[in-house]
């Protein structure tokens, strides 16, 4: 099956920094790659997603980028406020069909 | 237009109790997905239906553990003889299954299964 893995597992920013969280992936096959943002207690939200035909795509302060070739996509969030602290989470296509299988997640801070 | 909606929020019960958890997806959406979330760690695969259909239940536990979504009404995740392994938040998630955005998936609110 779709192994995704996601690093940092943590990661603490200063409010207007820049922050960056990064996954790679197994199956050359996969054609989607969406990122959630939940917030304590809160249900996962889709924030942003990529299919494989672009190589990055943004909206607004949030980008992703995909490599194909290396496997792996990254989120980037620019100008970093305290409301974007929650966990975040990258997703990949499980056996390239409908079903997704998600990272474990990274843990983002913003300090004022 | 109503976001998908799962029922009850909170479920507790006792070990050996039956659970049963419903999901309504989205309007004109008509997969439907299974999540499970231990506390601090991530999303973990169980099922994917279309109506009527078990697509994929390789995430789901083989006992105790079983799905539908039937032609009329919302999926149901059941759980027999719950464990206090079982306790954890149980997403709902549902995509379109056609059109461009075929397979965004959005998610429901989650219910917490708390078992005694």
């Known amino acids: 099956g779709e192994n995704v893995e996601q690093h940092p597992s943590t990661l603490s920013v200063q409010e207007g920094d820049s922050a960056v969280i990064k996954c790679t992936y197994s199956d050359s096959a996969s054609n989607y790659f969406p990122w959630y943002k939940q917030e304590l207690g809160k249900r996962p939200q889709l924030i942003i997603d990529i299919r494989s035909n672009v190589g990055e795509k943004k909206d607004q302060r949030i980008a992703v980028t995909l490599n194909k070739t290396a496997k792996h996509f990254s989120l980037h969030i620019t100008e970093t406020q305290p409301e974007d602290s929650a966990v975040y989470f990258c997703?990949?296509?499980?056996?390239?069909?409908?079903?997704?299988?998600f990272g474990k997640g990274t843990s983002l801070l913003v300090t004022p | 237009n109503a976001g998908v909606m799962q029922n009850p929020r909170h479920l507790v019960r006792r070990r050996g109790q039956e659970a049963r958890l419903r999901c309504s997806p989205m309007k004109g959406h008509s997969h439907v997905y299974w999540y499970r979330q231990l506390p601090e760690e991530g999303l973990k695969f169980m099922v994917y239906?279309?109506?009527?259909?078990?697509?994929?239940e390789s995430g789901m536990p083989k006992e105790r553990f079983s799905a539908e979504f039937p032609k009329e009404g919302p999926s149901i995740l059941r759980i027999q003889q719950v464990v206090r392994g079982d306790s954890a938040a149980y997403f709902c998630?549902?995509?379109?299954?056609?059109?461009?955005?075929?397979?965004?998936?959005?998610f429901g609110p989650g219910t917490r299964l708390t078992v005694l």
């Open positions: 239906l279309q109506k009527e259909n078990i697509i994929d």
């Open positions: 998630a549902s995509s379109p299954g056609r059109g461009i955005a075929y397979n965004e998936q959005f």
């Open positions: 997703a990949a296509p499980k056996d390239s069909g409908y079903a997704l299988n």
